[in-house]
C-alpha cells in the first residue's frame, strides 16, 4: 500500500495547490452524499414529489405524465407504429387488463420463478458454450467466479442503487477478487438539474479503483433531444440526441489531474461519443518504475455502439484511442510506447436487461493487445424485477426514451507518460581553444550521481583522425594535444561523452568543440641561423637568415613560409 503524504506545492510547479485540492474534493463529496443531505428532510409532500418526480423520469409508467392512453404505446416500435395497428374493442381490453392485473396478484411468486429460470436458462446456454471452448476449465472457473461475486454483491448493488435511484441514476460496481479486495470497483452517479422534453443539464460524479489508484471524476453536462418537426408524436421520443460535456478527473492517490472535453451524438439503437483529454499537472516520481517520473497523457478517443433494431439483445462496439508522449502506459506502466494507440472491436448480448456478455478485442502499435470477455449484472432501479428480466425490455434500453440517463460514455481512468529522471550528468566546455601541438587542458564535470560513477566513455574519432589525441589521468581529468592547424581547411572537431553509473544508467551525451586557433611555435625551441656571422657596416653587405619553426614538442612547424617577415635594427658591436 503506497503511503501518501502531504507536500506543499509552488504555484507555478505546474501542480494543483491545496486549497484547490480540497475543493475539488468537497464537490465531489457534495455530489455523492445529496441523497443522504435530501432523504433527512423527508415529508409526505417531499415523498408524494419524489413519486410524481419519478413517474416523469420513467416513460413506462402509467402515471407518466406524457404516457400515452394504453401502457404499450410508450414502447419502442419493433414492427408497425402502434398508432398504424387497428385498436381492440374496450370490453376485449378491460377484460385483458384485468386478467392481466388478476395474475399479478395472484402469482408474483411464479412470475419470479420464471424470471429466475429465464437467467438461469441463458446462463446454462452460456456455460455449455464456455465447454466447447479450447481452454474449457479456465473459461469455467472464471464464469463460476463471476457468478459467486455477483452473488455476494449483487444485492449490496441493489440496495445502494435503490435508494439513490430517486436522485437520478446511480450505478454502483463492487468487485470482489480472491484477496477481498475492491479493485476496479466503482461508484457512479448522474443527477439531472434541470429536465425538460428537449433539454437536460445534469452533473456525473464518479469515484473508482483501477490499478491501486483511487480516482475520482466530476463532470457537468448538456443535452438536448431534436424531434422530426411536426411529425413527433411522442414526447421523449426525440429523432436525435446532442451533447456537451466537460470533467476535471482526479488522482487521489497520486495527485494527477487532468481536463476533458467530450461530445455526444445519440440515435435509436446508435451512439457516437468523442472526447479529448488535457493534462492539468506536471512530472511527479513514480511508485511503478524506479528512477522515473509521470504525468498524465494528453489524448482523444472516438466511441460507437451501436445495435440490431430487428434484434435489440445483440450489439457492437468499435472505439479507437491515441495518447501523445515519448513514453505512455496505455497497455500498463511495463509496456511503454511512444504515442500509442488502440482500437477496440467488440461484441455484447444481453438476453435480458439484467445480463450482459461482452467480448472485447483491444489491438495497439507494436503488437500490443488484450482480449477481454465480460459477464455483467446491471440492476436498473428504473425498471421492476419482471422488466429486468423480460426480453422485450431490452428494446426499450436501445430507444432514446430508455437511454435518457445514461452515463457518457469516456474514460474515467488517467493514463500516465512517464520518463526517465536523471540519476546521472556530465558536462563539458562548449568550446576549447589552443595552438597546434598545444596541451590544453579539458575541465570534465559529473553531477547528479545518485549510485555512483562509474565509467565515462569518449567519442573522439575526428580529433584522432586530424591528429589530436586525448589524455585522461583520471575518469574527470582530461587534456587535449592540439592537431595541426590548417590556415585554409577545417580546424574545429567535435568530441563527446557519456557517464555511465553502477547500475547502468548512462547520462546524456556532453559535447565540446576543439578549436585550433593557429600554429603554436615554441620560441625557445625555434631558431634563426644567418649565412655570415659578421658583416660589413658599409651598406652593401647582404647575408640569408634561415628560420627553423618547431613546436613545443620539438616537432617542426611547417606550411608557414609565406607567413614569415623578419623586422629589427641592427647595431654594430662595441
Known sequence: MMKHTSEKITPNDGQLRPPFRRTLLFAAMLQASLPALTACGDTVTSVQADQKAQAARDPFRADHPHAAAHPGDNLPSLGTDPADRPAPPPDELKAARAKKQAEQAMHPAQQNQDAGATALASAATTAAGLMQTPDAARAAAAMAKGMAEGAVTGRINQTAQDWLSHFGNARVQLNIDETFSLRDSSFDLLHPWWETPDNMLFSQASLHRNDDRNQTNLGLGWR????????????????????????????????????????????????????????????????????????????????????LPSYPQL??????????????????????????????????????????????????????????????????????????????????????????????????????????????????????????????????????????????????????????????????DCSVKMPAFHPDGNNTWMISAVAHDRKGNVSKPAQTAVVVTGVGVSTTKSTLTPGVQNLLADGKSQTTITAVLKAEDGQPVTGLADQLSLSGVLTPDG
Open 315 to 476: 450489439g457492437a462496439k468499435l472505439s479507437y484511442e491515441q495518447y501523445y508522449g515519448h513514453d505512455v502506459g496505455l497497455f500498463g506502466y511495463d509496456h511503454l510506447q511512444k504515442d500509442p494507440h488502440a482500437f477496440t472491436a467488440g461484441l455484447t448480448w444481453t438476453p435480458v436487461p439484467l445480463l450482459t456478455f461482452s467480448a472485447e478485442q483491444r489491438q495497439g502499435k507494436q503488437g500490443e493487445n488484450d482480449t477481454r470477455f465480460g459477464l455483467n449484472v446491471t440492476l436498473n432501479p428504473d425498471l421492476t424485477w419482471q422488466q429486468q428480466t423480460d426480453p422485450s425490455a431490452v428494446a426499450a434500453m436501445r430507444s432514446l426514451a430508455g437511454s435518457r440517463h445514461d452515463f457518457v460514455e469516456r474514460n474515467n481512468n488517467i493514463v500516465l507518460e512517464y520518463r526517465k529522471k536523471e540519476v546521472i550528468a556530465i558536462a563539458l566546455p562548449e568550446r576549447l581553444e589552443g595552438k597546434s601541438g598545444l596541451s590544453v587542458p579539458l575541465n570534465v564535470t559529473v553531477s547528479k550521481a545518485k549510485y555512483g560513477l562509474q565509467d565515462v566513455v569518449w567519442d573522439d574519432a575526428a580529433l584522432l583522425t586530424a591528429g589530436g589525441q586525448l589524455t585522461c589521468q583520471t575518469r574527470t
Open 224 to 307: 438536448h433531444w431534436g424531434k422530426a418537426g411536426k411529425l413527433a408524436r411522442k414526447p421523449w421520443r426525440g429523432d436525435y440526441m446532442v451533447g456537451l460535456n466537460a470533467f476535471l478527473d482526479y488522482d487521489l492517490s497520486r495527485d494527477h489531474a487532468r481536463w476533458g472535453l467530450g461530445s455526444e451524438y445519440w440515435r435509436d439503437d446508435f451512439k457516437l461519443n468523442a472526447n479529448t483529454y488535457l493534462r492539468l499537472t506536471n512530472w511527479k516520481d513514480s511508485p511503478d518504475l524506479e528512477d522515473y517520473e509521470e504525468r498524465p497523457a494528453d489524448g482523444w478517443d472516438v466511441r460507437a455502439e451501436g445495435w
